[in-house]
């Protein structure tokens, strides 16, 4: 079951999460799995830094997020805990901060993109956010 895919920042990969535990990499230049990669529970949103360095995956029954290099397609560090059932994620156009849209805690997480921890409380939203693509703005 396909869920999530991203396309970094020079077009050359696809990240796509599958609902069974991982997400592939593929070449866009022969439409090849490159790789595939065990990341959490239920994987659902992704999205690419703006440098193309980084991926990060939601884990929607996991409650948390996976970050994976994408030098080595290696998922980086433990999951990042955030809310319950968190399905969309996006990046701001500096890279530095991440939000994932958690709706079953009808709130926003945001990550920290240099220490890949959860800064402050999460914000309150109302009921079950469930944003799928970039859903914030450049600022």
């Given at each position: 079951?396909?869920?999530?895919v ?27 799995v ?51 059932a ?28 240099e ?25």
């Amino acid at each position: 079951m396909t869920r999530g895919v991203a396309v970094n920042p020079a077009g050359t990969r696809i990240y796509v999460a599958s609902g069974y535990g991982s997400i592939s990499v593929i070449d866009t230049a022969n439409n090849k799995v490159l790789d595939s990669r065990r990341v959490g529970k239920s994987p659902f949103g992704v999205v690419v830094d703006p440098t193309g360095t980084r991926v990060y995956v939601t884990n929607g029954e996991g409650d948390n997020v996976s970050v994976i290099d994408t030098a080595t397609n290696k998922v980086i560090g433990p999951p990042i805990p955030v809310g319950k059932a968190p399905w969309g994620v996006a990046v701001n156009p500096a890279g530095t901060r991440v939000y994932v849209a958690n709706s079953l805690s009808d709130n926003v997480s945001v990550i920290d993109t240099e220490t890949n921890t959860v800064i402050g409380a999460p914000i309150l939203v109302g009921s079950g956010p469930y944003a799928f693509g970039q859903f914030i703005g450049g600022q």
